[in-house]
T-cell receptor, first 114, second 113 residues
Framework: DAGVIQSPRHEVTEMGQEVTLRCKPI?????LFWYRQTMMRGLELLIYFNNNVPIDDSGMPEDRFSAKMPNASFSTLKIQPSEPRDSAVYFC????????????FGPGTRLTVT | RKEVEQDPGPFNVPEGATVAFNCTYSNSASQSFFWYRQDCRKEPKLLMSVYSSGNEDGRFTAQLNRASQYISLLIRDSKLSDSATYLC??????????????FGRGTSLIVHP
């Protein structure tokens, strides 16, 4: 079975450009999480969806960040406009239930904003 | 004070050694607890859940101390392949009322021959 799929795996963009990260959760999982990982701050939860509905977005850093989950098999995280401080690895994870379950992580998208 | 704190290490131990990590959390209303393992430039993967009564999986033992608000991970008979970063995860109520996972910064383990 395919695990969580993320694309692109690597993204290099210039400051001010729009960046869209994509995630396909494991089929049948109904919770999806977006994280950002940096050396300075570790792994931070950005937003959490349950049954395609955003449940908690308190970790979204600012209005430049937005996330959508139009259906159970697809989610996007958009940064517009991007800034060098957004450079990080962005992970998507899914679980079969809510937060009490094991999270299955995708391979991550390594974003570099120059 | 950070919600979930871990000693970043690195813990540098020889093969066969026993090593223990602790992770403290600040919110007494926290519920589920987990240990994840993350290899260099890879995604985190679940190592084990942590139950109130303590639990063991082969060489790994996890314990929860609610009174002192910490969880621990004990690795016996360390192997070279145990070298990784170990992340603790605590599910705590957010300001919005839902429970959300908070990861510690991780503890780096290096097992040498």
């Amino acid at each position: 079975d395919a695990g969580v799929i993320q694309s692109p795996r690597h993204e290099v963009t210039e400051m001010g450009q729009e960046v869209t990260l994509r995630c396909k959760p494991i089929s049948g999982h109904n919770s999806l999480f977006w994280y950002r990982q940096t050396m300075m701050r570790g792994l931070e939860l950005l937003i959490y969806f349950n049954n395609n509905v955003p449940i908690d977005d308190s970790g979204m850093p600012e209005d430049r960040f937005s996330a959508k989950m139009p259906n159970a098999s697809f989610s996007t995280l958009k940064i517009q406009p991007s800034e060098p401080r957004d450079s990080a690895v962005y992970f998507c994870a899914s679980t079969p239930g809510q937060v009490a379950y094991e999270q299955y992580f995708g391979p991550g998208t390594r974003l570099t904003v120059t | 004070r950070k919600e979930v704190e871990q000693d970043p290490g690195p813990f540098n131990v020889p093969e066969g050694a026993t090593v223990a990590f602790n992770c403290t959390y600040s919110n007494s209303a926290s519920q589920s607890f987990f240990w994840y393992r993350q290899d260099c430039r890879k995604e985190p993967k679940l190592l084990m859940s942590v139950y109130s009564s303590g639990n063991e999986d082969g060489r790994f033992t996890a314990q929860l101390n609610r009174a002192s608000q910490y969880i621990s991970l004990l690795i016996r008979d360390s192997k070279l392949s145990d070298s990784a970063t170990y992340l603790c995860v605590v599910n705590s109520p957010s300001s919005g009322g839902s429970y959300i996972p908070t990861f510690g910064r991780g503890t780096s383990l290096i097992v040498h021959p």
